[in-house]
């Protein structure tokens, strides 16, 4: 049986990579579970769990973004091209960052006792960075003037807009798995298909530069996102397995620039679909 000292062990690791703010809403978001699968356990509601950590790459839509500053300006960018930010090469420049790269992590209880079904936390650490250099059309009112007309993205001279202390998307995941191969000895599972779907909301800290003026704003919850996900786990040994698979959804950032001491106000929306490929080392655990 697993205790709620080793749950307490991982969820401390795991927050260890956030700061001040977003550790605390982890932490209860993590003891909240911690304390429902105690209850679980006693109530044989659960059979196992699991413990995933990976990394990951995106590619995303073009998006509609709207900006509404403090100084009044209210415009949109139309059709934005944006790409991610995977920083791999940090993974061996500097192996204890291990929170520089996109990464992923997922704590995963089973609900019966082929651990073909299960509920999952999800987090998914992505990076949005819209393009510099492309042209754009810009609707709306910069300067007190009605602007309707292309623009280059330059953040010296108009802006730059990113997601990179992460676009952050925090969901709940029902899985399901099919073995598809087993050992010799039939006696555990060597392949499983999975396949997943989730939902729930996008925890940003969104880095914004304005004609110049650059605001890394706080972490905060801008919005929510949908998904779908599917793919294959490779048993290593009994307990032990990789898995890899491809994701897609839809985000939706509603307001992206909170408030900081230096930018009161400020507020960025928009929407985006995206497909992502993932690669995990997990750990099952029964109880």
């Known amino acids: 049986m697993i205790s709620l000292n080793l749950q307490r062990s991982t969820i401390t690791f795991t927050v260890f990579l956030f700061n001040t703010r977003m550790k605390k809403f982890i932490l209860s978001t993590f003891l909240l579970f911690s304390i429902f699968s105690s209850f679980a356990q006693k109530g044989k509601l659960l059979k196992g769990m699991y413990l995933q950590w990976g990394y990951n790459t995106e590619w995303y839509?073009?998006?509609?973004?709207?900006?509404?500053?403090?100084?009044?300006?209210?415009f949109t960018l139309h059709n934005a091209k944006a790409h991610d930010k995977p920083d791999i090469e940090a993974i061996y420049?500097?192996?204890?960052?291990?929170?520089?790269?996109?990464?992923?992590?997922?704590?995963?209880?089973?609900?019966?006792?082929l651990h073909s079904k299960a509920i999952e936390i999800n987090f998914d650490h992505i990076k949005y960075v819209v393009t510099d250099g492309q042209k754009v059309r810009v609707t709306g009112k910069i300067g007190g003037v009605q602007v309707d007309a292309d623009s280059i993205v330059d953040p010296q001279n108009f802006l730059h807009f990113e997601h990179t202390d992460g676009g952050n998307l925090l969901h709940?995941?029902?899985?399901?798995?099919?073995?598809?191969?087993?050992?010799?000895?039939?006696?555990?599972?060597?392949?499983?298909?999975?396949?997943?779907?989730?939902?729930?909301?996008?925890?940003?800290?969104?880095?914004?530069?304005?004609?110049?003026?650059?605001?890394?704003?706080d972490f905060h919850v801008a919005g929510y996102n949908l998904s779908g996900e599917a793919g294959a786990r490779l048993?290593?040994?009994?307990?032990?397995?990789?898995?890899?698979?491809?994701?897609?959804?839809?985000?939706?950032?509603?307001?992206?620039?909170?408030?900081?001491?230096t930018a009161k106000g400020n507020r960025a929306s928009h929407g985006f679909a995206y497909f992502e490929l993932i690669g995990l080392i997990g750990y099952d655990f029964k109880f």
């Open 61 to 74: 839509t073009k998006s509609n973004i709207h900006f509404k500053l403090s100084n009044g300006d209210n």
């Open 235 to 261: 048993y290593l040994s009994k307990r032990l397995f990789f898995e890899g698979t491809g994701k897609t959804g839809y985000v939706r950032y509603i307001n992206a620039l909170a408030n900081t001491s």
């Open 93 to 113: 420049k500097a192996p204890k960052d291990i929170s520089i790269p996109q990464y992923n992590y997922r704590i995963g209880f089973y609900l019966n006792d």
């Open 172 to 217: 709940i995941n029902y899985v399901q798995q099919k073995t598809l191969a087993m050992n010799a000895g039939k006696t555990r599972p060597l392949i499983n298909l999975i396949w997943k779907a989730g939902a729930g909301i996008n925890i940003p800290r969104t880095d914004f530069t304005y004609h110049g003026d650059r605001f890394n704003n």
